[in-house]
């Protein structure tokens, strides 16, 4: 009898044994797996809505893009780099977006700039931010598209992913530089202008982004506004195409598309283009069109702009 009670009392204390162990392996599994959803969701970037491209463009180069934004359909053709995700979602114009889509679309956090102001009665309880991309200071700097870029990064808590784009850009820019100086070393000074039509355009002056591009890339930027006044907030002075003739002889002129065949065609047969010297073999170039009022993002779409561009006239005098 004690015998079997022995016995009894061993395979009794081995099945605990078992299912202590079992249990054990049980809650080993369930901590991992909290574990790992605890880190994904630390991990998960901040589900961002903006209307706004220059905050789209750089959240997409930092790596954590928005969900949604604005003109996705016709985005390429102006910020061209860096694309958005294709399952980006548009909200509709960016200045009048879809207020249901909106609705629908539960955010963490909407951010745009003072410009899309009027919007934000239809953000509702949906948390928000606001960034400026436009510079502050009468002469534009690096220094003014770093604070918004850091901002951007603090408030999808992901400053080192904003820090990283920082300082790989100003790397990028400063290489663009020696390679178009190396492609063109006859050229140093360039004023940049935008056609509204062939007596109408837009010259570009030193709060715009091309400021501290032309700075990184050890250029100087020619803007004429010791001759005509400074620009307006955006960036650019409104100009008529006498106005040009200010400009020296060493200076070449970029001309940023839309540049159609029928104003081209126009200009070829305009008397002051033709006496400006233009027409035949004055220092220009054409490049693709530009979001000019994004972030660092466009001022690298730009700097690769110029590299690809053909200076026609460039043995300057």
């Known amino acids: 009898m004690t015998i079997k009670c022995g016995l009894l009392l061993a395979v009794l204390c081995t099945l605990n044994a078992c299912e202590q ?3 054990n392996q049980t809650n080993q599994t369930s901590n991992q797996t909290n574990s790992q959803i605890n880190s994904e969701t630390n991990n998960q970037a901040i ?9 789209a463009s750089t959240l997409t180069a930092m790596g954590y893009p928005p969900v949604a934004t604005g003109d996705v359909k016709i985005y390429p053709t102006w910020v061209f780099e860096p694309k958005l995700p294709v399952q980006t979602i548009d909200l509709g114009a960016r200045y009048a977006p879809n207020p249901e ?3 629908q679309l539960h ?7 003072d410009f899309y102001a009027h919007l934000r009665p239809l953000y509702g309880d949906i948390p928000h931010e606001a960034i400026s991309f436009i510079p502050q200071s009468e002469v534009a700097s690096w220094q003014d598209y770093v604070k918004p870029t850091q901002k951007l990064g603090e408030i999808i808590q992901k400053p080192d992913a ?5 300082a790989k850009s100003k790397q990028r820019l400063n290489e663009l530089g ?4 190396q492609k063109n070393p006859d050229i140093q000074k360039l004023a940049v202008v935008q056609f509204a039509d062939a007596n109408n355009l837009r010259m570009y002056v030193s709060n715009s982004l091309f400021q501290p591009v032309f700075d990184e890339m050890d250029l100087q930027f020619i803007t004429l506004e ?3 006044g400074a620009g307006n907030q955006w960036g650019f002075l409104s100009i008529t195409l006498g106005d040009l003739t200010k400009l020296d002889n060493d200076v070449c002129l970029v001309v940023v598309e839309p540049f159609d065949p029928m104003l081209h065609q126009e200009l070829t047969h305009n ?3 033709q006496r400006l010297g233009y027409a035949n073999n004055r220092c220009m170039a054409v490049v693709k069109p530009l979001w000019i009022y994004g972030g660092v993002a466009s001022m690298l779409t730009f700097a690769n702009w110029l590299n690809e561009a053909e200076f026609k006239g460039s043995k300057l005098s």
Not at 47 to 55: L, R
Not at 162 to 166: D, K, P, S, V
Request: without cysteine.
């Open 107 to 113: 955010p963490d956090i909407i951010i745009d700039s």
């Open 21 to 23: 162990s079992q249990l």
């Open 162 to 166: 904003a820090e990283q784009f920082l």
């Open 101 to 103: 889509r909106l609705a």
């Open 178 to 181: 020696k390679n178009f100086h």
């Open 47 to 55: 589900k961002v809505i903006t209307p706004d491209w220059a905050i």
């Open 226 to 228: 010791n001759e005509l």
């Open 271 to 273: 008397l002051l283009w």
